[in-house]
């Protein structure tokens, strides 16, 4: 038997015994591989990953899934897209390729009606895409040991909603985990996603990957950045930074006169001050605090508040 052939059926039963064992990261490049490390060695019951456009997340997040499916019995896996064409055009695809090389012995069966992945030890992924609300509460009620989240800041749904009163109670009895994956959206203020990175900073949950951690060549990503005219775009699709577009501002011209505008003032002696609330529960509740100062006939503000789901208890 020639030596390349032999190659070829050693690789081959190699990968057939990688998959026997769950064991599959050898599929993803460099920059996938840093951050499933990352996941695999997270304790928080949350994982947060911003990262740019073409770094292979939701290829990332499906090969996470199987693996979890392969490695346990009897698993509930959930991953969610923003709408059920996502699933279809995306996901669906993605998983596909991680499979093709599975044997028969442990090839799961799709279920087409129920967007499902059964597994011959019991183990199901399950696909959501959450169009509306109710599709997101159609998926009320049953266990999950692992969600995952795909495109998380272009979900309709209140994202918020969907973690908090859909998702994290499924994971409590089975002591589970969620993983929440997106690019920065365009118009990051009220977006939820913008909540969860801050959060997931401020307990070691989060990783941030750019274009340039992507191991695509130096050359390739020059040209597609002079090819991106808009900073605002480059520093959101590709830097996976939280920036406005300026075709979401209400005026654009504030991007360049908010430093002239925004100043510290000194509160005069003589003022009226005034709250301006607008209230709120999934959608924010807000609040300007400012006054009026008689002698330079100006309004000031000086802060203002946004809050969900408050009361006037919290």
């Given at each position: 038997?020639?030596?390349?052939?032999?190659?070829?059926?050693?690789?081959?039963?190699?990968?057939?015994?990688?998959?026997?064992?769950?064991?599959?990261?050898?599929?993803?490049?460099?920059?996938?591989?840093?951050?499933?490390?990352?996941?695999?060695d997270s304790e928080n019951l949350k994982t947060v990953l911003n990262c740019s456009r073409r770094l292979g997340?939701?290829?990332?997040?499906?090969?996470?899934?199987?693996?979890?499916?392969?490695?346990?019995?009897?698993?509930?896996?959930?991953?969610?897209?923003?709408?059920?064409?996502?699933?279809?055009?995306?996901?669906?695809?993605?998983?596909?390729?991680?499979?093709?090389?599975?044997?028969?012995?442990?090839?799961?069966?799709?279920?087409?009606?129920?967007?499902?992945?059964?597994?011959?030890?019991?183990?199901?992924?399950?696909?959501?895409?959450?169009?509306?609300?109710?599709?997101?509460?159609?998926?009320?009620?049953?266990?999950?040991?692992?969600?995952?989240?795909?495109?998380?800041?272009?979900?309709?749904?209140?994202?918020?909603?969907?973690?908090?009163?859909?998702?994290?109670?499924?994971?409590?009895?089975?002591?589970?985990?969620?993983?929440?994956?997106?690019?920065?959206?365009?118009?990051?203020?009220?977006?939820?996603?913008?909540?969860?990175?801050?959060?997931?900073?401020?307990?070691?949950?989060?990783?941030?990957?750019?274009?340039?951690?992507?191991?695509?060549?130096?050359?390739?990503?020059?040209?597609?950045?002079?090819?991106?005219?808009?900073?605002?775009?480059?520093?959101?699709?590709?830097?996976?930074?939280?920036?406005?577009?300026?075709?979401?501002?209400?005026?654009?011209?504030?991007?360049?006169?908010?430093?002239?505008?925004?100043?510290?003032?000194?509160?005069?002696?003589?003022?009226?001050?005034?709250?301006?609330?607008?209230?709120?529960?999934?959608?924010?509740?807000?609040?300007?605090?400012?006054?009026?100062?008689?002698?330079?006939?100006?309004?000031?503000?000086?802060?203002?508040?946004?809050?969900?789901?408050?009361?006037?208890?919290?």
């Amino acid at each position: 038997m020639p030596s390349e052939e032999c190659s070829i059926k050693s690789k081959k039963a190699a990968q057939a015994e990688l998959f026997r064992r769950g064991i599959l990261h050898w599929q993803l490049r460099p920059v996938q591989l840093g951050i499933y490390n990352f996941i695999k060695d997270s304790e928080n019951l949350k994982t947060v990953l911003n990262c740019s456009r073409r770094l292979g997340k939701t290829h990332l997040l499906s090969l996470v899934a199987i693996e979890s499916a392969l490695s346990k019995p009897n698993q509930k896996i959930k991953i969610v897209a923003p709408t059920t064409k996502n699933l279809r055009l995306i996901l669906h695809p993605i998983i596909q390729n991680i499979l093709k090389e599975c044997t028969k012995e442990v090839m799961p069966h799709f279920r087409t009606m129920d967007n499902l992945y059964r597994f011959k030890n019991g183990s199901e992924i399950i696909l959501h895409g959450v169009d509306n609300q109710s599709k997101c509460d159609s998926m009320r009620g049953t266990a999950c040991h692992l969600a995952l989240i795909d495109e998380a800041s272009s979900i309709g749904t209140p994202l918020e909603y969907l973690i908090t009163d859909i998702l994290q109670p499924m994971l409590l009895t089975t002591n589970g985990s969620m993983i929440i994956s997106s690019t920065p959206p365009s118009n990051p203020k009220g977006n939820y996603f913008l909540t969860l990175t801050e959060e997931a900073k401020a307990n070691g949950s989060y990783i941030h990957k750019t274009i340039y951690d992507s191991g695509y060549s130096p050359d390739l990503i020059a040209r597609f950045k002079r090819e991106t005219p808009l900073e605002d775009v480059w520093q959101r699709e590709y830097e996976a930074k939280f920036v406005f577009s300026k075709d979401e501002l209400v005026i654009p011209e504030w991007v360049e006169k908010e430093k002239d505008i925004v100043q510290r003032n000194k509160r005069p002696d003589c003022f009226l001050p005034f709250t301006s609330l607008d209230m709120g529960w999934v959608d924010s509740s807000a609040a300007l605090l400012g006054y009026y100062d008689f002698k330079k006939g100006l309004i000031i503000i000086e802060d203002e508040i946004e809050m969900k789901k408050h009361t006037t208890k919290m």
